[in-house]
């Protein structure tokens, strides 16, 4: 008996063939491709041996040869992607930053929107020469710059505006906490590898020559359009949603409106990407079929109309990086439904994410392109399996009988369409979450699980209030127009009346989203800490699942079971690490003292200073490390905890000695009195610019004792000791520029017991 098999139908996916060789190039130059060679002869002699043997198996016609030239083209695009990378990277060049030491002076464009921050603005900064010993030479690279916010006549930067800037931009520093974002790594994949603080004093303004007219003009439309909802958006939380929605401006939300949609998965509604693109060109093919779907050649003239539509909204929302990528998305499909491609979308997202990828590689890495991609294509190939299960009209149009009166009938219809779209919304957004939650899980750490309910009520109204948003945009401008010249003055309760509806439903989807946060506190799973390895067997998952439920083959439900049983013997041997692992964290804390005991998944943070952290200083110095242990036991703690350990008194307000685990640590934040008696210990932690000498503390505390500099201490207290330290042979580590100080201990039986001193 012939057993029957499924193949893959690769015949009719080229492109999906041809995207995943380019990625397995991209990925491989992130992970091995530091050390190649220059790749590019290579590939130009791969590719034409490639069309040497093509044209040969046009004439031998071999099926076996045939595969293995196809299976050498694959080979060929991978090390497309590997070239493609490497030439991507900046940081390679000989005329980059990294190569250009003693930079005396430096010229650079602003190339970036500005990020106006409590205290500072940043934006990003790209050279074109330095001085170097008193020579200009041709230079390159990004800076991530900042300069003071409120010091005397500092303006915010320009797009396009060229600087001299006095002194050297220093390479980005790389995260200073365990677990703590790599600010270092995001900027790279942007190709920014120096960071600078810049005084006034140390820049000139010399011209405004943008990089790019169209953005510089797109970014000017953006400044316009701004100014229309701030004139017709009155209160204040409204506004700054107004322009997240429509604009992509996101400066002016406030941290507790962030951390509400946050933690209801409704984020996506502040960011302009694939769901505005999205929704302003399905409106438009619907109106567009409903009046004009009969007319000749519609198919091509409606697509025109919706790639102009589309990329005009990119260029009034400032061109921003995510609307790019979701413009050329659309861009893609509109083309192939105009061509009569519109049943093969795999190969339509492939080919637009091949232009992207060959435009710039490192967009692989970026987090939204990640999951704009893996969300459409999982709502492609699911939401119609699961808007398929429940059929509400069919359902709704079974109970209609004869007798019944044609408003029953009527009324019967609409609940069964009315039924049938919530249904739809609810497949759309299932849909979407099945291939995006584990990217979730692992980035953000968290997962909504009333991610159904806020998204099945915000999304139509915010949908509803971007075009509102937009026919305000589209109304206001003209009608100020009008009344500047005609002097009709009542003409202004038009963009008044539509800002009044546009802000009452920003008010009402927003207000919702609060409320299903405060109502449900406990949906938001938290800390939760995925390795990259887990996370793939996640996706290993899903895949095996998807295609048991296409196929019924038990195989593939024993695979299903086989990577459950992998994930979790994964998350079972980390539990079993985390439980016998024990730390000593001295953190780095702006201006701050912070000192972790990590023992097994339990840990106590305390802060000496006796001043308790703030929420920032929680969420991304501290928080990210505990969820990376597994720390599940946290207890946040200003001083010393008096109930977890015993305080003894050293006199002349001496040195707080702290005792864990065998290891001692001495916390000096004044001088230390003559007559000190020694006290040896491994650790001496200096806090506010504590006055010591090192033959002091040499004999205080033994030649052994590493001598740690907290975040509490000035940087010139740091440099000016430091060399007197270590001349007088301790060792020294600085927090602040080497990172927070972890003393690993073994585990061992025993009680925490901690000895204070004030």
């Known amino acids: 008996m012939a057993i029957r098999t499924t193949a893959i139908p690769w015949a009719t996916h080229p492109a999906v063939r041809l995207i995943l060789a380019l990625i397995a190039g991209i990925v491989i130059w992130f992970y091995a491709g530091a050390g190649l060679p220059e790749l590019l002869p290579w590939l130009a002699g791969a590719v034409l041996l490639y069309l040497a043997a093509h044209l040969l198996t046009q004439r031998l016609h071999s099926p076996g040869l045939t595969d293995a030239v196809g299976v050498f083209g694959l080979l060929v ?125 140390q820049y000139r303004v010399l011209d405004t020559i943008p990089p790019n007219p169209v953005r510089a003009w797109s970014m000017r439309a953006a400044r316009v359009l701004d100014g229309v909802f701030r004139r017709y958006v009155t209160a204040k939380r409204e506004y700054a949603i107004a322009d997240a929605l429509v604009l992509g401006l996101k400066d002016d939300v406030d941290e507790d409106t962030k951390l509400a949609y946050a933690s209801t998965g409704t984020t996506h509604i502040m960011a302009v990407s694939g769901l505005q693109v999205g929704l302003l060109f399905a409106v438009l093919q619907l109106v567009l079929q409903r009046f004009f779907g009969h007319t000749r050649g519609f198919r091509y003239w409606s697509a025109a109309v919706g790639l102009l539509v589309i990329w005009a909204y990119a260029f009034l929302t400032g061109l921003s990086a995510s609307v790019l990528r979701a413009a050329v998305m659309f861009s893609f499909v509109a083309v192939a439904r105009a061509v009569g491609r519109q049943s093969n979308m795999y190969n339509t997202l492939s080919v637009a994410a091949f232009c992207l990828l060959l435009y710039d590689p490192y967009l692989l890495v970026d987090v939204g392109f990640q999951l704009s991609f893996l969300a459409v294509l999982s709502i492609v190939y699911l939401q119609p399996l699961i808007g398929g299960k429940i059929d509400a009209q069919e359902w709704m149009a079974k109970k209609k009988r004869p007798w019944q009166s044609k408003r029953q009938q009527k ?167 985390v439980a016998t692992d024990q730390r000593l964290i001295i953190y780095s804390i702006p201006r701050r003292s912070a000192v972790g005991l990590h023992d097994g998944a339990s840990a106590l943070v305390m802060t000496p200073d006796s001043l308790p952290l703030n929420n920032t200083e929680r969420t991304y110095r501290v928080l990210p490390g505990l969820i990376g242990r597994g720390n599940r036991q946290v207890r946040y703690v200003a001083g010393w905890d008096a109930r977890a350990a015993a305080v003894e008194a050293l006199p002349n307000r001496g040195p707080v000695l702290l005792s864990w685990h065998g290891r001692r640590v001495a916390w000096v934040s004044q001088r230390l009195w003559e007559g000190q008696q020694p006290v040896p210990v491994d650790v001496v932690v200096l806090r506010r610019n504590a006055r010591v000498w090192p033959e002091q503390l040499r004999a205080t505390f033994g030649p052994r004792a590493v001598v740690v500099f907290d975040s509490s201490c000035r940087r010139w207290y740091v440099e000016q000791l430091t060399p007197e330290l270590q001349a007088a042979g301790l060792r020294v580590h600085d927090v602040t520029m080497q990172g927070a100080w972890v003393e690993q201990i073994r585990a061992r039986a025993g009680n925490l017991q901690l000895a204070f001193n004030e």
């Open 77 to 201: 695009v991978v090390l497309a992607g590997l070239t493609t990378a490497q030439h991507a990277t900046e940081s390679r060049r000989p005329d980059h930053l990294y190569q250009q030491p003693g930079i005396e002076f430096y010229r650079a464009v602003v190339d970036d929107y500005p990020v106006a921050r409590p205290n500072t603005y940043a934006t990003t900064l790209r050279v074109s020469a330095v001085r170097v010993r008193g020579q200009w030479r041709p230079a390159r690279g990004g800076i991530r710059v900042s300069i003071p916010r409120y010091e005397a006549a500092v303006a915010a930067p320009h797009y396009g505006e060229i600087w001299l800037v006095r002194g050297a931009p220093a390479p980005a520093k790389a995260p200073l906490n365990p677990g703590e974002f790599d600010y270092r790594r995001y900027l790279s994949y942007h190709q920014i590898y120096h960071q600078q603080f810049i005084h006034p004093d």
């Open 411 to 577: 009324l019967l219809f609409a609940v069964g369409w009315s039924l049938d779209a919530v249904w739809q919304a609810v497949a759309l957004s299932l849909a979407a979450q099945v291939a995006t939650f584990p990217l979730g899980l692992f980035y953000f750490h968290q997962f909504p699980l009333n991610f159904l309910l806020s998204n099945l009520i915000a999304v139509p109204i915010s949908s509803v209030a971007l075009y509102v948003g937009l026919l305000l945009q589209a109304v206001a401008l003209p009608v100020e127009w009008l009344t500047d010249h005609s002097g009709w003055q009542w003409l202004l309760w038009i963009p008044k009346g539509i800002g009044m509806v546009f802000q009452g439903l920003i008010w009402c989807f927003n207000e919702y989203i609060i409320l299903v946060g405060k109502s449900l506190p406990g949906a938001l799973v938290q800390e939760i800490h995925l390795t990259p390895g887990q996370t793939w067997l996640l996706y290993l998952l899903i895949a095996v699942l998807l295609a048991f439920l296409a196929w019924r083959r038990l195989a593939w439900l024993g695979a299903a079971v086989a990577v459950v049983a992998g994930f979790a013997v994964s998350r079972v041997a980390e539990a079993r690490q």
